[in-house]
């Protein structure tokens, strides 16, 4: 955000400009929080489909196309206990996420 009002709306760089960019994106972002009915059930449900495979899953994977571990060694357990594990968070987790939005759905007020 102060990149382009550096560059493109010909801002000068400062401190205040800083100040009160970082100010309105973090306002903004607040306003967004409690606009959105459910944000933190709807991180939880978008986190698990995104969080779990880039973080879990997808890394052990790739080390072991790459790497070729002995079959049943230490390194090889590991992965595939990190390859279950991110899967079953990928599949938890937005469950969870989704049971959270509908609990939440019954009593739900805007701005309570």
């Known amino acids: 955000m102060e990149t382009f009002m550096v560059k493109k709306m010909k801002f ?3 401190l205040p400009l800083r100040v009160i960019g970082r ?3 973090v ?3 607040m306003f967004l929080g409690m606009t959105f009915p459910f944000f933190g059930a ?3 449900f978008f986190g698990g489909f995104a969080f779990a495979p880039t973080t879990y899953f997808l890394p052990c994977i ?3 196309i790459i790497f070729k571990p002995k079959r049943f ?3 090889w357990f590991m992965n595939w206990f990190c390859i279950i594990f991110g899967v079953l ?3 938890l987790s937005p469950i969870g996420a989704l049971r959270d939005i509908i609990v939440q759905a019954k009593t739900y007020k805007f701005y309570s």
Do not use: E, H, Q, R
């Open 73 to 75: 060694s230490f390194s």
């Open 62 to 64: 790739i080390w072991l």
């Open 12 to 14: 000068k760089p400062s």
């Open 42 to 44: 709807l991180l939880g």
């Open 27 to 29: 306002a903004l972002t």
């Open 89 to 91: 968070l990928m599949v």
């Open 23 to 25: 100010s309105l994106y």
